[in-house]
């Protein structure tokens, strides 16, 4: 793109997929990036989102308004949205890339969520450069690269399976969900096989990792390409390195905070005492899996803090929380980074998303993972197998993972030596989780090099 003379400060524009799982990495990236003295726009598709951010965000970043008719409307398909989020969301886009090139300070780089495949298109067509932020790990975004460019073939059932950089996989428990099942969400799995598509002709690309979490995987995939940059974990600073003035949260949430109930309870409970228990935002247990899960937290005998959203709370068994009401408590929603730093949790019972991970591993919480889907059987994978710092529940023939199972994890990991090691191994990763984001530390480095790209 021709440098304009009339630029006053160098400008990023950042465009997230609108999922709060996107959303948050992405924001916490702009933070950083407003730190080095940048410009930054924050790109919203929703009314809902924005006026969240315009409450609780930096006024340093501007947010603008991509359209808004990109939500998923009622009874729409997937594909269907997924093709109208194109076509109305490239239009959109261009003419917002268009009005900012006539102010003082247009925009030098777009910085688009790796799934909106379109957005690369865009910035080709105005001429503007460009740069995927992936938000699910390096591990994963291997798998699927090896899966779209033919390592390996799928069926393979009870076997496993050699990836560079990766350790030896079991086809049935640790690739994500989309490629086990190749015919589960066929649009969801094209469209996380084709974020490579651009890798050619990009100035960078980010993930939401860090260099020592994944360093084999890292260094595999920048011998393939040089602009690799990790730049995680994109979690709020006063967690980490603590160098962004007031960082306290996420600074945007679709999710609202009632009362400080969760906090308060954990306050009168002992160090390391409590089990968290939380399947994420979007996550939606079978009946049986609930009832399971209830009655394994009730026979452990320990505290427990369950986050179950009130549309899943008919799912509970209709005497748990009388039966449990010494030790355990149940919300609808908690300010999760807090209860994490609690000292009162002593574990995290976790479907494996990658920024829960990613939390989990930056505040040193052992994990039960129980995942389901996606990205989540190979995160959870590596916290046990490769990172140290969990147990991987197991479920049965239908996947459910029994109250027996659920009570002998949580045992395993609150109490004798196993529960120590893992500790031991979360709080070495918390350590290197702020090495890397603190001053001269990998994300770090990664972060000061684009911000010297963009000023050039």
């Not at 975004?141 to 059932?157: C, D, R, V």
Request: net charge negative.
């Amino acid at each position: 793109m021709e440098r304009d003379t009339r630029i006053t400060e160098p400008h990023v524009m950042v465009f997230p997929y609108p999922l709060q799982g996107h959303i948050s990495p992405m924001f916490q990236f702009c933070k950083r990036l407003v730190s080095k003295g940048l410009k930054v726009t924050l790109v919203s598709t929703t009314t809902s989102i924005i006026q969240s951010m315009h409450a609780q965000a930096s006024s340093s970043i501007t947010i603008e308004l991509l359209s808004n008719e990109l939500g998923q409307q009622k009874d729409e398909s997937f594909e269907a949205y997924v093709e109208r989020f194109r076509i109305v969301g490239s239009q959109s886009l261009a003419q917002l890339i268009e009005k900012h090139s006539r102010s003082d300070s247009p925009a030098r780089i777009l910085v688009y969520d790796s799934v909106i495949l379109w957005a690369q298109d865009v910035a080709d067509q105005v001429g503007l450069d460009a740069a995927p932020f992936f938000t699910q790990s390096c591990a994963v975004s291997a798998i699927y690269y090896h899966e779209n460019y033919g390592t390996f073939k799928l069926p393979l059932e009870g076997s496993m399976i050699s990836i560079p950089s990766l350790p030896p996989l079991d086809t049935d428990h640790d690739l994500p969900s989309l490629v086990k099942d190749m015919d589960s969400y066929p649009a969801i799995l094209k469209i996380n096989l084709n974020q490579f598509s651009a890798f050619h002709k990009v100035k960078c690309v980010f993930f939401n990792t860090f260099h020592k979490l994944e360093h084999e995987a890292v260094n595999w995939m920048a011998s393939q390409w040089p602009m690799i940059k990790t730049v995680g974990p994109t979690i709020p600073s006063v967690y980490l390195d603590d160098r962004l003035d007031q960082d306290k949260g996420y600074g945007l949430s679709i999710f609202k905070s009632t009362n400080n109930t969760c906090i308060t309870w954990l306050d009168t409970k002992g160090i390391s005492s409590v089990v968290y228990v939380s399947f994420g935002s979007w996550a939606s247990l079978e009946q049986e899996q609930m009832e399971e899960l209830a009655l394994g937290l009730k026979r452990s005998n320990t505290n427990f803090l369950w986050v179950v959203r009130e549309s899943e709370r008919e799912k509970l068994p209709g005497n748990l929380l009388e039966e449990t009401s010494e030790k355990g408590l149940v919300v609808s929603w908690c300010p999760q980074l807090e209860v994490l730093s609690h000292k009162a949790v002593g574990c995290f019972m976790t479907h494996c998303g990658w920024n829960s991970t990613l939390e989990a591993l930056s505040l040193g919480v052992p994990m039960v993972a129980i995942p389901h889907f996606s990205d989540q059987p190979t995160n959870a994978k590596f916290v046990q197998d490769v990172w140290g710092v969990g147990i991987r529940a197991k479920g049965d023939e239908k996947g459910i993972v029994k109250r027996e199972e659920i009570e002998e994890c949580i045992r395993e990991a609150m109490e004798g030596e196993k529960g120590n090691e893992m500790k031991r191994n979360a709080l070495r990763w918390k350590e290197l989780a702020k090495e890397a984001v603190n001053e001269g530390g990998t994300s770090d480095k990664n972060i000061e090099e684009f911000v010297a790209l963009v000023r050039s």
